[in-house]
């Protein structure tokens, strides 16, 4: 029985992913998430904003950003305040997250000035402040529980697209964006990335994309196929596509603007 070695978690999800070329990305999501962007060549982050490592393909290298708590904040916000929607869930025998995102879609772009902060046990990409901690701002009167719930898929939706606009800043194409893990499974939050950051988001029918890459890996050195690009094109299999809408990108542009700014201001020594 032949032997395979395997790789890291994140790189063997990047392949999972499909991200084999230069500028291919991988939103890796769970607790918390890692942007993983697939290099052609090594080029380390000077300010230590991105860590450069190897991916599991040879002769490629990949950046790798971590979000904390991306995931863990919707969960929070589930165990300390979505008792009546767990109940429902429950009753429907439906997830709550599905719950949730009907909710949300009752909420305008920009959740009505609410805006939201991640930053539970301080923040890695994209602000870079150990300190930070996480915020609503801009309560109003008017804002429901759905206002919370939307405003927590954006808040983390915009720390994907500030990530991005690091990698562009070192130089980096973006070009394909694929979302993996935990978020890929809710179509409003995918939804909300593409318009967010402009961009087709692929979601894969695996949603596991490490154990999938770690599958790729044993095929390729069991001799199932002869290289990587035959590998992923047979193995890595797309659900949806996701294509940005320009009106609601418009309206996230003004709101987007207005919330970095407020970022700065809370954090201010935030690297946004």
Same mark, same amino acid.
């Not at 607790?31 to 060549?41: A, F, I, K, P, Q």
């Not at 589930?78 to 429902?88: Q, Y």
């Given at each position: 029985m032949p032997v395979v070695g395997g790789g890291g978690d994140r790189p063997c999800e990047a392949l999972g992913g499909g991200a084999l070329r230069n500028g291919d990305v991988v939103l890796g999501t769970g607790t918390g998430s890692v942007v993983e962007v697939c290099l052609e060549n090594p080029s380390p982050d000077g300010k230590k904003?991105?860590?450069?490592?190897?991916?599991?393909?040879?002769?490629? @290298?990949?950046?790798? !950003?971590?979000?904390?708590?991306?995931?863990?904040?919707?969960?929070?916000? #589930?165990?300390?305040?979505?008792?009546?929607?767990?109940s429902l869930a429950e009753k429907l025998n439906r997830d709550v997250y599905s719950v949730f995102?009907? !909710?949300?879609?009752?909420?305008?772009?920009?959740?009505?000035?609410?805006?939201?902060?991640?930053?539970? !046990?301080?923040?890695?990409?994209?602000?870079?402040?150990?300190h930070a901690r996480g915020v609503f701002y801009g309560i109003a009167l008017g804002h429901r529980k759905e206002h919370f719930i939307r405003a927590i898929l954006e808040g983390v939706a915009f720390q994907y697209a500030g990530a991005l606009k690091v990698i562009s800043d070192l130089g980096v194409k973006i070009g394909k964006i694929t979302v993996v893990g935990?978020?890929?499974?809710?179509?409003? @939050?995918?939804?909300?990335?593409?318009?967010? !950051?402009?961009?087709p988001i692929i979601v894969t029918k695996i949603k596991d994309a490490a154990a999938l890459g770690s599958a790729i890996l044993a095929s390729i050195g069991s001799g199932i196929y002869s290289n990587f690009e035959e590998a992923v094109k047979n193995m890595v299999s797309i659900e949806k596509i996701y294509e940005p809408d320009p009106e609601t990108h418009r309206?996230?542009?003004?709101?987007?603007? #207005?919330? @970095?700014e407020?970022?700065?201001?809370?954090?201010?020594?935030?690297?946004?």
């Amino acid at each position: 029985m032949p032997v395979v070695g395997g790789g890291g978690d994140r790189p063997c999800e990047a392949l999972g992913g499909g991200a084999l070329r230069n500028g291919d990305v991988v939103l890796g999501t769970g607790t918390g998430s890692v942007v993983e962007v697939c290099l052609e060549n090594p080029s380390p982050d000077g300010k230590k904003r991105a860590d450069c490592c190897c991916h599991v393909i040879p002769g490629r @290298w990949e950046y790798e !950003m971590t979000i904390m708590t991306t995931g863990a904040s919707m969960r929070w916000f #589930r165990d300390v305040f979505g008792s009546e929607e767990r109940s429902l869930a429950e009753k429907l025998n439906r997830d709550v997250y599905s719950v949730f995102d009907e !909710m949300a879609e009752r909420v305008p772009a920009g959740s009505e000035g609410l805006c939201f902060y991640p930053y539970f !046990m301080g923040a890695r990409a994209p602000i870079y402040d150990p300190h930070a901690r996480g915020v609503f701002y801009g309560i109003a009167l008017g804002h429901r529980k759905e206002h919370f719930i939307r405003a927590i898929l954006e808040g983390v939706a915009f720390q994907y697209a500030g990530a991005l606009k690091v990698i562009s800043d070192l130089g980096v194409k973006i070009g394909k964006i694929t979302v993996v893990g935990g978020e890929a499974k809710s179509d409003l @939050w995918n939804r909300l990335k593409a318009d967010i !950051m402009n961009m087709p988001i692929i979601v894969t029918k695996i949603k596991d994309a490490a154990a999938l890459g770690s599958a790729i890996l044993a095929s390729i050195g069991s001799g199932i196929y002869s290289n990587f690009e035959e590998a992923v094109k047979n193995m890595v299999s797309i659900e949806k596509i996701y294509e940005p809408d320009p009106e609601t990108h418009r309206k996230y542009l003004e709101f987007i603007e #207005r919330y @970095w700014e407020i970022c700065r201001k809370l954090f201010p020594l935030s690297y946004i």
